[in-house]
């Protein structure tokens, strides 16, 4: 039996009463569910600082709300404006930096 996804166009409570073939007039209590909206973006304060010949790295942070965050990803621009994907990185909120360059963070939520 497969499932279906059921998308409401409004944002309120739902209920829904299941009762079994033959059960008469049994009292059933309904099941509550709630409808909210989606979050589609995500606030975040990125802190970092510049890297140094001393210690050689920056440590970069991410400030947001990490409950509503499924993911992040983290990508680096070289001065030639290659890009990179830092795979290694991803699902952290601070990383250590060391490439001169430009990072970029990117968080997302599940829908």
Do not use: H
């Not at 409401?8 to 569910?33: D, N, T």
């Amino acid at each position: 039996m497969g499932s279906t996804i059921f998308f409401p166009a409004y944002l309120c409570e739902f209920s829904l009463v299941v009762q079994l073939i033959g059960s008469g007039f049994c009292p059933v209590s309904p099941i509550i569910s709630y409808n909210t909206a989606p979050i589609l973006t995500v606030p975040m304060k990125p802190t970092v600082n510049k890297i140094c010949p001393e210690p050689g790295f920056s440590i970069s942070v991410i400030n947001t709300n990490a409950t509503v965050v499924n993911l992040t990803e983290w990508i680096f621009f070289d001065l030639n404006n290659n890009r990179r994907d830092l795979t290694e990185f991803d699902g952290l909120f601070e990383i250590k930096l060391s490439g001169e360059g430009t990072y970029e963070a990117r968080a997302f939520n599940k829908l």
